[in-house]
């Protein structure tokens, strides 16, 4: 399985952008697809997932209202936009994959369920 991450960059606080995820080889019909993010001198934490089976969106607490997953399945490509960005949405992003199916809300995030990591784009907020 690769990714291929695109989109950060650099904006200020309030601006928006768009992270995507090209995915590829995949054998297993079921995933679920996660952005994680990891800001200097912090744990990895875990932004958002979408499940391929019946499309859910979860989200972790300090991105909910103003990130949204998205996935376009015909390009194998997950994305998330992002907006109303402050200073501490600035981190590392990384699309991830998890193999299996969890229902649990409270561990749709837990990063060692994710088996599959792109390689990370760096997201910088500053004015």
């Known amino acids: 399985v690769q990714f291929v991450e695109s989109g950060g960059g650099l904006v200020q606080p309030g601006g928006s952008l768009r992270l995507s995820c090209a995915a590829s080889?995949?054998?297993?019909?079921?995933?679920?697809m996660g952005w994680f993010r990891q800001a200097p001198g912090k744990e990895r934490e875990g932004v958002s997932c979408?499940?391929?089976?019946?499309?859910?969106?979860y989200y972790g607490d300090s991105v909910k209202g103003r990130f949204t997953i998205s996935a376009d399945n015909a390009k194998n490509t997950v994305y998330l936009q992002m907006n109303s960005l402050e200073p501490e949405d600035a981190a590392v992003y990384y699309c991830?994959?998890?193999?299996?199916?969890?229902?649990?809300?409270?561990?749709?995030?837990?990063?060692?369920?994710?088996?599959?990591w792109g390689q990370g784009t760096q997201v910088t907020i500053s004015s």
């Open positions: 979408l499940d391929s089976a019946d499309g859910s969106t």
């Open positions: 991830a994959a998890r193999p299996v199916q969890i229902v649990a809300e409270s561990l749709v995030l837990l990063e060692v369920l994710y088996d599959y």
């Open positions: 080889g995949f054998t297993q019909s079921y995933y679920a």
